[in-house]
């Protein structure tokens, strides 16, 4: 158990339909990111927040859009949904959004848009 | 972030050592290697990460070249439970998205 706790753990939905997937770190962890996953494909990074604030910024469509909350946990909106957004999104924590640290993935939702 | 070069699969028996290698000839010395693992569509899990020294844990050892071009992780004795694609980043300091290029296949067969 990584620490990492995303929910839902399976979305499904229909095309036009917007979702959104929750994220919360470890404890203490103030730095978040996303990564969009599809079927047999690499892991494409979306957007990282640290503490509240963006702080970089992936392939990530217009259609979707992440914030960070004061407690911590972060959410990913995914609007106007695609057939091709279906995919696992995994979000990962690290502790500090500079120096070496390494990040801990949750185990993804995955979502299918029908 | 400099980019990385796997093999896109490889093969290893059960019980031996699984040397992975990665190119990274564009590394800046700022930046990290770290590698990561990824079972079958779990979550990825964090192995090990290194600037410039050799690193041990209890998972995998970590080879950096003296030029940092290239680095080789190390599964001791693998299991069959190592079978998963492995990926190796090289990670500026200060800049934190982490990106995941397409990795290495590792099949640990019995």
């Known amino acids: 158990d990584s620490g990492v706790t995303q929910t839902p753990k399976h979305l499904i939905t229909a095309t036009g339909q917007r979702v959104t997937l929750r994220c919360s770190p470890r404890?203490?962890?103030?730095?978040v990111y996303w990564y969009q996953q599809s079927l047999d494909q690499g892991l494409q990074f979306l957007i990282q927040?640290?503490?509240?604030?963006?702080?970089a910024k992936g392939n990530i469509l217009e259609r979707f859009s992440a914030q960070q909350f004061p407690d911590l946990h972060s959410e990913l909106n995914l609007s106007s949904l695609e057939l091709g957004d279906s995919a696992l999104y995994f979000c990962a924590s690290s502790s500090r959004a500079q120096l070496n640290t390494e990040a801990f993935f949750g185990q993804g939702t995955r979502l299918t848009v029908v | 972030d400099a980019k990385t070069t796997q093999p896109p699969s490889m093969d290893c028996a059960e019980g031996r050592a699984a040397n992975l290698p990665c190119n990274h000839s564009t590394i800046s010395g700022n930046e990290y290697v770290y590698w990561y693992r990824q079972i079958h569509s779990q979550g990825p899990q964090y192995i090990i990460h290194g600037l410039k020294n050799n690193e041990t844990n209890e998972m995998a050892s970590l080879i950096i070249t003296e030029d940092r071009k290239s680095s080789t992780l190390i599964l001791p004795h693998a299991t069959l439970r190592d079978t998963a694609v492995y990926y190796c980043i090289v990670r500026v300091v200060d800049n934190n998205d982490m990106r995941f290029g397409a990795g290495t296949r590792l099949t640990v067969k019995p």
């Open positions: 404890s203490g962890d103030l730095s």
């Open positions: 927040y640290y503490n509240g604030e963006e702080r």
